[in-house]
């Protein structure tokens, strides 16, 4: 079974009602349902921190810490998909840089459950 790290909009778990990090991802991690496509092992849940400059470091400390390279990292749904988006720059632009200071894929997205 892969495992993977989980990175969600900080901003948006601090304020939002719709899914700061409760479940979403978590359920659909476990039941290999939306990006996941099979069953993994959610080995770390981070939060992005305005303005998106930790995510990196605070990734490469989670590996350390957790003694674990993931196989992958998934970008939240809602880090993904924010309306309005994150001032600071892309989700696509976040990814590219963590993929090569991490040297593992990044995917965009989590679940596709609705409401
Ligand atoms: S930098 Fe963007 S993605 Fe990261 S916490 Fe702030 S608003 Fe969310």
Redesign the pocket.
Known sequence: MQKVFIVG????MDAGYGCPGEWRCLKAAALGEGKFGAPVQVMGFI??????RTIAPTVGMTARLAEVKPDAIYFSTC?VD?RPG????SAED?AKILETKAGVPVILGTHEYKG
């Open positions: 909009c900080g901003a948006y939060r992005c921190e305005c303005p998106g880090l924010a994150c001032p600071y720059g976040l």
